[in-house]
């Protein structure tokens, strides 16, 4: 099986950089700030590959790049260096036929798009779920609206059935009908949390990433959303980034596992085989944590 | 079908100063297609880190694990990319110890029928029978099929793990100690299953606890430590 996207010597930095950051930052040194010149080295040469319908997880403490990582990827943020390709056979790829070399199983670099075509890209390929529900939905829209302003940022016109795929989606993560039209400020936090993923979903993604998505709602609502997650994921054949802290629900959703430290990844394998046989110093530190 | 060549696996515990801990060494064994291999050996002398290891929970320090695979020809399980373990864990290699660790908040009848659907793409109602066919004849109560395991108790746990590691008739099934702690009506239950799954051409690796019980379901016995 060809990875559906590849990730290689991804890395972002804020500030200038020095030739000495490379070597100055890391897991060993225990900071991804170079003392040398003052930078912030966020990400630093990440490479790996997503595969088709599978879930991979990343984990690691605050500030290790996770979420820097998720923005890079869905094209918020800018890399300092890096390539992200995609397969051929990814939705969306016909927007960018000339992004295709005649040969290639895979496009060219997708981090060195113009702006248009990223977010053409990111309407027909991505969804996202943030920790914070501010940041995916606009509050004070309706509900269906946040939907229906996805879909037509991925070219939808017809109001009658944006309405009906608005209401389709709220049905399938439990949001009552009766509610579409009320404002997610209206809602609790699971609640908002589950229109956040109706929203990410309706432009039928094939990568949709999870950034903490359950930190912070309480235990019951908490396994509300990872079943809803779980469903959703073996309806649509999604793949998924899901980036958590939580080695509890990374167990739950996630074949493979990315530890993150200071910026690099520094152990990936079966999610078991790192909560049971983690080799990294600070993935036993991690797994020795856990409560 | 599979073949250990030399397999050490030794743990280094960086928070307790690089300390080394060597789980098994050396252990080298071959078995052929629908055999049923018994792993023996005193408790600590490394049974089910070779499990495990066959399993990819746990990395191979040194050494070989050789499985003539039905999709991805012959393969190292100690090396193969991890793409290509999840898949074989999919189609063919199935895994049962003696805890059930099944995902929260399913019911019993699904925790059976999921390996079923997904791994031998029938329908959803074929799925059922055999699952519900499967959790009779182990002796689980048909009030319980839609209720959570993780409310049942200790032996009815057991039960739907075996229900669940057996439904889906995997080519290569590694059992870490299945029957530990189920009555003796219980283990003559799961014994006859096993016997009836290696007759369907499934491969076995196995520890029981119960000399008497290695002895009459294997057909041969490696001894470590």
């Known amino acids: 099986m060809q990875p559906l996207i590849r990730i290689r010597g991804l890395t972002k930095r804020f500030g200038s950089g020095c030739d000495r950051c490379l070597a100055a930052t890391g897991p060993e040194h225990d900071t991804n700030l170079c003392p040398h010149c003052g930078s912030v080295l966020a990400c630093n040469d990440l490479s790996f590959d997503l595969f088709p319908g599978e879930a991979l997880g990343v984990v690691g403490e605050s500030g290790s790049g996770k979420s820097t990582l998720v923005r890079l990827l869905h094209f918020e943020w800018e890399a300092s260096a890096g390539s992200m390709d995609v397969h051929r056979s990814a939705a969306g790829s016909h927007l960018l036929a000339e992004m295709f070399p005649e040969n290639g199983d895979y496009s060219r670099n997708l981090l060195l798009l113009s702006h248009f075509q990223r977010r053409q890209m990111r309407n027909a390929l991505m969804g996202i779920v943030y920790q914070n529900p501010h940041l995916g939905l606009r509050m004070g829209v309706s509900s269906g609206g946040n939907i229906a302003e996805r879909l037509l940022g991925a070219g939808w016109r017809n109001i009658a059935k944006m309405r009906q795929r608005a209401a389709e989606l709220l049905e399938k993560t439990e949001i009552p009908i009766q509610r579409m039209d009320e404002p997610p400020a209206n809602f609790s936090g699971g609640m908002q949390q589950r229109v956040q993923i109706a929203k990410a979903l309706s432009n039928n993604p094939m990568i949709l990433f999870l950034d903490e998505v359950t930190t912070g709602l309480d235990l019951s609502v908490q396994a509300r959303v990872l079943d809803l997650i779980r469903n959703l994921r073996s309806e649509f054949n999604l793949s998924m980034l899901v980036v958590s802290h939580d080695l509890g629900v990374i167990n739950l959703l996630c074949q493979r596992t990315m530890v993150m430290k200071a910026g690099h990844i520094v152990e990936d394998g079966l999610t078991d085989q790192i909560l049971q046989d983690p080799q990294h110093r600070y993935t036993q530190l991690l797994v020795a944590s856990q409560l | ?225």
């Open chain 2, 1 to 225: 079908m599979i073949t250990v060549e030399n397999l050490t696996k030794t743990f280094t515990l960086h928070i307790l100063g690089d300390k080394k801990i060597e789980a098994c060494r050396d252990v080298s064994f071959r078995v052929p297609p629908a055999g049923f291999l018994g792993l023996a050996g005193p408790s600590g002398a490394g049974k089910s880190t070779v499990l495990k290891c066959m399993y990819r929970t746990y990395l191979a320090g040194s050494g070989a694990i050789r499985y003539q695979s039905a999709t991805h020809g012959m393969v190292d399980l100690a090396t193969l990319p991890d793409q290509a373990v999840i898949d074989i864990r999919h189609r063919e290699m199935g895994y049962v110890s003696q805890f059930l660790k099944v995902i929260p908040r399913v019911s019993a009848l699904n925790v059976v029928m999921e390996p079923i659907v997904s791994r031998n793409g029938v329908t959803r109602a074929v799925a059922r029978k055999r699952a519900t066919s499967l959790l009779e004849r182990l002796r689980i109560p048909a009030h319980l099929f839609d209720a959570y395991p993780a409310t049942f108790s200790g032996g009815e746990q057991q039960r739907v793990n075996i229900a669940r590691a057996v439904s889906w008739q995997p080519r290569l099934l590694l059992l870490d100690e299945p029957t530990a702690s189920l009555d003796q009506d219980s283990v003559g239950i799961v014994l006859d299953i096993l016997k009836e799954l290696r007759q369907e051409g499934t491969t076995m690796i196995g520890i029981f606890h119960d000399a008497m019980l290695l002895q009459s379901v294997t057909d041969s016995v490696y001894h470590i430590g």
